[in-house]
């Protein structure tokens, strides 16, 4: 098996999922780009926060949308360590994200390529252009490690 570079966008996603682990997070990062500028980069933190909302995904498009001045991010990508659950996905619709790249699946709470399939649903508003498994192997080794060591 060929192994790839992993691109920038997703090695900054990955050092983003290191803070949360440092935090007591689930390691998930999340990175939004307008063409080669990052525009925001975050990591989950419901705990640190105190919100159930507050994942990567959903942090980093608050804080692009902001950045930028606008709540469609159509011509944005998100980079994201782990595949999006159901709200992240429901969120990346409706902030109009024009693609999505994504490290590892994750077959029990993923909603893109797994479970809800979100993008396929009639309701979907927006569907955006997908790639998986970028940074799959490190993302997916960061979420082991950080499960190993609280059992």
Request: aromatic share 4%; glycine share 8%; proline share 7%.
């Given at each position: 098996?060929?192994?790839?570079?992993?691109p920038?966008?997703?090695?900054?996603?990955?050092?983003?999922?290191?803070?949360?682990?440092?935090?007591?997070e689930?390691?998930?990062?999340?990175?939004i780009?307008r063409g080669?500028d990052?525009?925001?980069?975050?990591?989950n933190?419901?705990?640190?926060?105190?919100?159930?909302t507050?994942h990567?995904e959903?942090?980093?498009?608050?804080a692009?949308?902001?950045?930028?001045?606008?709540e469609?991010l159509?011509d944005c990508?998100l980079?994201?360590?782990l595949?999006?659950?159901?709200?992240?996905a429901?969120?990346?619709s409706?902030?109009?994200?024009a693609?999505?790249?994504?490290?590892a699946?994750?077959?029990k709470?993923?909603?893109?390529?797994?479970?809800?399939?979100v993008f396929?649903?009639?309701q979907?508003?927006?569907?955006?252009?997908?790639?998986?498994?970028?940074?799959?192997?490190e993302?997916?080794?960061?979420?082991?490690?950080f499960?190993?060591?609280?059992r």
């Open positions: 098996m060929t192994r790839w570079p992993i920038r966008p997703m090695q900054e996603a990955l050092a983003q999922a290191r803070l949360a682990v440092e935090s007591g689930v390691p998930v990062g999340a990175v780009m080669e990052i525009v925001a980069a975050a990591h933190a419901p705990r640190e926060d105190h919100d159930p507050a990567a959903i942090s980093a498009i608050r692009a949308a902001k950045a930028l001045g606008r469609r159509d990508e980079w994201v360590t595949e999006p659950c159901a709200m992240c429901g969120a990346i409706h902030a109009r994200v693609r999505l790249y994504y490290g699946s994750d077959p709470g993923g909603a893109v390529e797994q479970g809800a399939r396929e649903q009639p979907c508003l927006h569907r955006p252009e997908v790639y998986s498994g970028i940074g799959a192997e993302s997916a080794e960061l979420l082991r490690g499960f190993r060591e609280r």
